[in-house]
Antibody, heavy 119, light 110 residues
């Protein structure tokens, strides 16, 4: 069965960076794309960007351009999302979500990783 | 890219039908039949309910149906049940801007 397992909760100070990982299993990793979506406490879902796990192509939301980097390690079936220059408004649950390249929806989601930014 | 606009809340009695709207622009909802809907119970992971406007994944009840007209997409839940009480988010492909989610709608079963 398809599973996306994310790394554990993180606490960072303002100005620092955080890297969250997402390991896929139960499917052909390189045949899919992985997206990152975040949700601040009590707020809506917000799309951050994605990576084609096959060829490594990336695309980022303009809001996060310059602060977010998404990478993949095909040997480990893992995608990572690094967010830099953290501020308190970045406190949120970060989700990875799978997408079949060429389609437009997210069929499987990771369990979410809480990132807390606090001095 | 601004969020798609959804009503903050919609309510209905068990057995009734409700419809949630999702209004975007000609750059997202209006240009692509790539609208999906997600259900999220409190503290849980979002779940795909419909995709490509009106398709349903395997395992999702046929009480959930999607549609679109112009820049507005809709999700209709028929035969409302207590377990349908949750937050619902629409999402649209937006071309070079990537993807955009809606503001979210809280569905309450009275």
């Amino acid at each position: 069965q398809v599973q996306l397992v994310q790394s554990g909760a993180e606490v960072r100070k303002p100005g620092a960076s955080v890297k969250v990982s997402c390991k896929g299993s139960g499917y052909t990793f390189s045949s899919y794309a992985m997206h990152w979506v975040r949700q601040a406490p009590g707020q809506r879902l917000e799309w951050m960007g994605w990576i084609n796990a096959g060829n490594g192509d990336t695309k980022y939301s303009q809001k996060f351009q310059g602060r977010v980097t998404i990478t993949r390690d095909t040997s480990a079936s893992t995608v990572s999302m690094e967010l830099s220059s953290l501020r308190s408004e970045d406190t949120a649950v970060y989700y990875c979500a799978r997408n079949n390249v060429g389609t437009s929806f997210f069929d499987y989601w990771g369990q979410g990783t809480l990132v807390t930014v606090s001095s | 890219q601004s969020a798609l606009t959804q009503p903050a809340s919609v309510s209905g009695s068990p057995g009734q039908s409700i419809t949630i709207s999702c209004t975007g622009t000609s750059s997202d909802v209006g240009s692509y039949n790539f609208v999906s809907w997600y259900q999220q119970h409190p503290g849980k992971v979002p779940k795909l309910m419909t995709y490509e406007v009106n398709k349903r994944p395997s395992g999702v009840s046929n009480r959930f149906s999607g549609s679109k007209s112009g820049n507005t997409a809709s999700l209709t839940i028929s035969g409302l049940q207590a377990e349908d009480e949750a937050d619902y988010y629409c999402c649209s492909y937006a071309g070079s801007s990537g993807y955009v989610f809606g503001t979210g709608t809280k569905v309450t079963v009275l």
